[in-house]
């Protein structure tokens, strides 16, 4: 995960691992395999990562991190202090309050030498300025960042504990307290600092059976998909970069250890990688703050219920007043957008249509006497993909096209700028940024362009297929033909 990272004091990079693997060798139960070392991987702008130094079989034992040892609300002296807040805050808002005392605590906090080789920086997008988020114009992902929700719950949770517990929390040099427009942004760019390597590096802590959930999730450093466990910092397991070709390492954890583990035979000055998952490139800029082409596969684009009604013809995507609409929901069967994976050479349409995007296309079609008759039987249509529900489909591809500023040529065009001449108008920070942006609207457009096409095949075939009813004025098939015509 450190190829996220700018490390703000390199001329004492290496000083600060070997300090850091020092501190960590030196904790009981700590055990490091010396087949392994933290290497200095700036030049691949990759940060810290690690290396193998002699051969490592599958299985073996990489490292192993007792749980007394993970950056947690558990293990952290703060839980004596204001155990009641803790409690009260959930996961998330709990581990950023402790990082927060442990990281004004300096030299006292039992993790100081782990502090020092966690970013201070990062190119993750809630810190990106309004132009540069202006370059993902079109991608979903601009409405996960979610940094006024994070900052509105930091101001509403975090601050009046901060604020009202300075001996726990002391102002940093040059500020007189929390308080005050200076007070709330030092504190507020602290809380996202330490939100973001929560984000980037914490890994989820298995909990107890005994111990009772939270369901409470805070705006903008939180997935829909992720489950409110408990969340914990695993030093040195963080330092392992991710790729998702060339995954070789995986972390495993039981009652008392975290153990990273080899799965696979790893060679002589091989770098170790651990994996993210299958997540698109959009979600790894957001949360890890840099884009590579090993997850372009799992690209995707989301095409919002919105832009489905607005193809259909309808004035809104408000329920109560569309019929439609007002009957899936009733049934719950209405969701605000629908995922498009990427397309390969022999994706078939219903690889890409699901059931459930094929339900809501059939369902705008119908007049209001079918929906009612729906409606009093409690059920819903069966999901097709007639000529009907590909126009509508074919209509809102376009009107989702139409939201990028910048054609698919010309974003090819500007990262070949980008690469061989450079942007001098603009800083380095910004240009990488403005690089990673185009990365992520591209490979959504190509999944757009090959969708369009997929749709306009299969369009054509059913006109082809159809042409008898058509002929013969059949309502679905003259549509379709107009369609394919204009």
Not at 129 to 137: D, F, G, R, V, Y
Not at 170 to 193: F, K, M, R
Not at 367 to 388: C, H
Request: aromatic share 8%.
């Amino acid at each position: 995960m450190s190829s996220t990272a700018h490390f703000p004091d390199p001329d004492h990079f290496q000083h600060q691992s070997d300090a850091f693997l020092h501190w960590l060798a030196g904790k009981p139960g700590v055990q490091i395999n010396p087949k392994i070392r933290i290497a200095d991987l700036r030049s691949q702008a990759a940060g810290r990562g690690v290396v193998a130094q002699a051969d490592i079989a599958e299985g073996e034992e990489l490292f192993t991190i007792p749980r007394d040892l993970i950056l947690s609300t558990r293990n952290s002296q703060l839980k004596d202090q204001l155990s009641k807040n803790l409690e009260e805050l959930g996961p998330w808002l709990s581990l950023m309050l402790v990082m927060i005392y442990e990281f004004l605590l300096g030299e006292q906090s039992a993790w100081a030498p782990y502090f020092k080789v966690l970013p201070r920086k990062f190119d993750t997008l809630m810190f990106w300025s309004a132009p540069e988020l202006q370059e993902l114009q079109g991608s979903s992902i601009i409405e996960k960042i979610g940094k006024e929700g994070a900052e509105k719950s930091i101001l509403q949770t975090i601050a009046p504990i901060v604020r009202t517990n300075p001996n726990l929390f002391p102002p940093i040099e040059g500020l007189a307290s929390y308080d005050g427009d200076a007070g709330t942004q030092v504190l507020l760019n602290l809380a996202h600092v330490m939100g973001s390597l929560i984000m980037a590096y914490a890994f989820d802590i298995e909990k107890p059976e005994d111990e009772d959930e939270n369901d409470d999730g805070e705006d903008g450093y939180l997935t829909d998909e992720e489950e409110m466990l408990p969340k914990g910092m695993v030093p040195l397991a963080d330092l392992l970069n991710a790729n998702a070709d060339q995954n070789n390492a995986r972390l495993f954890q039981d009652e008392n250890t975290f153990t990273m583990k080899a799965i696979k035979p790893i060679n002589p000055g091989a770098e170790i990688f651990n994996d993210y998952g299958e997540i698109p490139r959009a979600d790894l800029l957001r949360r890890y703050g840099y884009v590579t082409d090993n997850y372009a596969p799992y690209d995707v684009v989301e095409l919002p219920l919105e832009i489905i009604c607005e193809a259909a013809g309808l004035e809104n995507a408000d329920a109560e007043e569309q019929p439609p609409l007002e009957l899936l929901e009733y049934l719950e069967l209405l969701d605000d957008g629908y995922v498009i994976p990427r397309i390969s050479p022999h994706s078939l349409i219903e690889n890409i249509v699901t059931d459930e995007l094929s339900l809501l296309l059939r369902t705008l079609t119908l007049p209001v006497e079918q929906l009612e008759q729906y409606r009093s039987k409690q059920k819903a249509p069966k999901p097709a993909f007639g000529p009907t529900e590909g126009a509508i489909f074919m209509k809102a591809i376009q009107l989702k096209q139409a939201q990028y500023g910048t054609t698919i040529e010309q974003d090819q065009e500007f990262l070949a700028q980008l690469a061989h001449s450079g942007a001098p108008s603009l800083s380095e920070e910004t240009a990488r940024r403005y690089r990673m942006a185009i990365q992520v609207r591209l490979g959504e457009k190509e999944i757009l362009q090959n969708l369009a096409t997929l749709i306009y095949n299969h369009l054509a075939n059913s006109s082809q297929n159809g042409q008898k009813r058509a002929a013969n004025g059949d309502d679905d098939e003259s549509r379709a033909s107009k369609f394919l015509r204009s």
